[in-house]
């Protein structure tokens, strides 16, 4: 998880300075968001962790959006302040369930 945080880090960094390979990354990077997205999801609904799913699912509706306008600064804050988030939570609850 650590590696997906660095790479989305580097994706906002080559977003935001208009980099034409902030999308490549954006787009290299999308399977592995998707999948600790999907993570959050099976854990909210295999187990007792209270988990936003609806909040999880507008996060992935507003990349797409941003992605199919072409909306790199939009594009680069959802990353920055909603996925990024999500992954860092999903950190701490994989520690609270190993810690189980």
Request: glycine fraction near 2%.
């Amino acid at each position: 998880m650590e590696k997906l945080l660095n790479a989305i880090e580097k994706t906002i960094v080559e977003l935001r300075q208009g980099q034409d390979d902030g999308l490549n990354l954006y787009k290299k990077n999308m399977p592995a968001v998707l999948d600790a997205i999907s993570e959050l999801i099976d854990i909210a609904e295999n187990t007792e962790f209270e988990i936003p799913v609806n909040v999880l699912v507008q996060q992935l509706k507003n990349l797409e959006d941003s992605y199919t306008k072409s909306d790199t600064v939009i594009l680069a804050d959802t990353l920055e302040y909603e996925i990024k988030n999500s992954i860092m939570f999903l950190i701490d609850v994989k520690k609270d369930m190993e810690s189980v």
